[in-house]
């Protein structure tokens, strides 16, 4: 529904199951520190995520239905992510480790927290992954700074008032709309759209700082900078014969 205002009410209501998440914008040293601080999430590896899921998923935030992308092929958002980043500076992404891990580009990096539902011992939960429950948290950060975040509800369906309660979470002074229509799950909308995104929403903060996109289970968080940062650069690798930013562009731009 258009222009509709997350409920103050459903918020409070919600608040109990979720608790404590990421916020778009913080370091990783402010967000660990309420993230981590009663002893429900911690840190996990990658090997240890992808444990979570089992064989045949490639990890949550990848490999999205093709509802998502126009083309319908599917859209992974993290791996599109890389893919770019990695093509802006000339190189083209390196094959996965012997584990399956896939580097991330410079200045694009990944952390990953698991947290309980029920604010019991994270330990406990994760001894027994076949039937775990609980949030998997990915969070991307781009030049220090959490630029991306993807919530993953396991065990259970992602309900309508947790996805109002981590939105409000990353609510700051402002409050969030839903955007109106499917166009805004677009891939890239068209230039004379007025909000043309790389990643697609369909939640936008009042403040115009930070966009929402919910796919299935996932709720992805994300800074609205960050967002046209990858429209912009998405757009100056089409202007190159080889779609590689010319090295006299990233030279003359340097220190920006």
Known sequence: MAGRFIGLTALVWAAASVQLTGRVGETQQQLEGHLLA??????????????????????????????????????????????????????????????????????FNEYIYFKTDDGSPVGKKLDDPSSITGWELRVYHYKQLSALEIYHRHGAGLLDPEIEALLGANRGNSSWARKHGDSSRTLLLSDDSGDASFIGYDYERGDGQ???LRVDNDLVIFSTDFDKKLLEVKKGLAKTPDGRIPNSALTSTHGF
């Open 38 to 107: 009663d002893g429900a999430a911690q840190r996990m590896s990658p090997a240890d995520a992808a444990a979570l899921h089992g064989a045949g998923r490639r990890g949550f935030g990848r490999g999205f239905p093709p509802a998502t992308h126009t083309s319908g092929g599917g859209f992974d958002i993290v791996s599109s992510i890389d893919s770019l980043l990695w093509q802006a500076i000339g190189q083209s992404p390196p094959a996965p480790d012997s584990n399956g891990v896939q580097r991330q580009p410079p200045d």
């Open 210 to 212: 930070a966009r929402a």
